[in-house]
């Protein structure tokens, strides 16, 4: 079975720096997807970015990046200069994208907060 | 556009009473409709998703049950609440026919059970 694993529960940055949220996954397919959600005090969750996995380059959406390294199993997100509206639980998240009904697992996300 | 619309937002129920909670997809046909609960420190959990009318599989054995009586509508029960069934419960939908779809999202709906 596939397991998401993010070994960050809680973290802090000021404002303007830049931070990485870890990811690590399990499973054995070749093919599959990744994501990052997140999800501000709202509740609402937003999808930041994604990476399918055959393709090396990493994905990248404005402020936010990821180093994915498929042979490690790693999928780490970069959120470069923080702001304060990045504050949120963000979500690390996995689809092996076979199947119609493959669903996407979740990890139990970290908690960012950007200090002023 | 798509928009997916759940309620109620906030509920607080007895332990014992039942429970409905309404989803209801627009702007698209047969999407694959999830339901997720989020627990405090525990992240996503998937309860129950569905490919189709009709069709749903459960992921986590519970008191807790889900029906597709229409194509966009997805409906979240329970006969008798439990004061562990507390917590935050997340709709959501994905593209059927696109492998690299994203869920989308509603609002949520924090249950209480007292």
Sequence with gaps: ?116 | SQTIHQWPATLVQPVGSPLSLECTVEGTSNPNLYWYRQAAGRGLQLLFYSVGIGQISSEVPQNLSASRPQDRQFILSSKKLLLSDSGFYLCAWSHPGDRYSPLHFGNGTRLTVT
Excluded at chain 1, 19 to 28: A, G, R
Excluded at chain 1, 59 to 81: M, P, W, Y
């Design chain 1, 1 to 116: 079975a596939q397991t998401v694993t993010q070994s960050q529960p809680e973290m802090s940055v000021q404002e303007a720096e830049t931070v990485t949220l870890s990811c690590t996954y399990d499973t054995s397919e070749n093919n599959y997807y990744l994501f990052w959600y997140k999800q501000p005090p709202s509740r609402q969750m937003i999808l930041v970015i994604r990476q399918e996995a055959y393709k090396q380059q990493n994905a990248t959406e404005n402020r936010f990046s990821v180093n994915f390294q498929k042979a490690a199993k790693s999928f780490s997100l970069k959120i470069s200069d923080s702001q304060l509206g990045d504050t949120a639980m963000y979500f690390c998240a996995f689809m092996r994208g076979l199947n119609r009904d493959d669903k996407i697992i979740f990890g139990k996300g970290t908690r960012l907060h950007i200090l002023p």
